[in-house]
């Protein structure tokens, strides 16, 4: 059964910095994708940033571009999320997600394309 476990959330300050990581098990992502959303309260899960492993594309949410950086490890599907410069605003439960096959880019940022998730992490940002 295929899994993906995230971890790293936390308390920060605003301003300062985290880094989430997510591994995956039982299954291998490497001929699709894998990425970040994350959820505020009582409304959707919004995409944040995916790695595309086939086109060898990165795609970020322009409210964290600039900020936030994906990287991981293709064989492994592995990635991390390192987060720089929060806000009081970027506190929500992010979500590791996968997609064991390719898709177009232009479908890569809707929740629904993705077939396994993790349990979520969450990030709080102090002001």
């Known amino acids: 059964q295929a899994q993906l476990v995230e971890s790293g959330g936390g308390l920060v300050q605003a301003g300062g910095s985290l880094r989430l990581s997510c591994a995956a098990s039982g299954r291998s992502f490497s001929s699709g994708l894998m990425a970040w959303f994350r959820q505020f309260p009582g409304k959707e899960r919004e995409f944040v940033a995916n790695?595309?492993?086939?086109?060898?594309?990165?795609y970020y949410a322009d409210s964290v571009k600039g900020r936030f950086t994906i990287s991981g490890d293709k064989a492994k599907s592995t990635i991390d999320l390192q987060m720089n410069s929060l806000k009081p605003e970027d506190t929500a439960v992010y979500y590791c997600?996968?997609?064991?096959?390719?898709?177009?880019?232009?479908?890569?940022?809707?929740?629904?394309?993705?077939?396994?998730w993790g349990q979520g992490t969450q990030v709080t940002v102090s002001s």
């Open positions: 997600a996968g997609r064991s096959r390719r898709i177009v880019s232009s479908s890569q940022q809707r929740a629904e394309v993705y077939d396994t």
């Open positions: 790695r595309d492993w086939t086109g060898g594309n990165t």
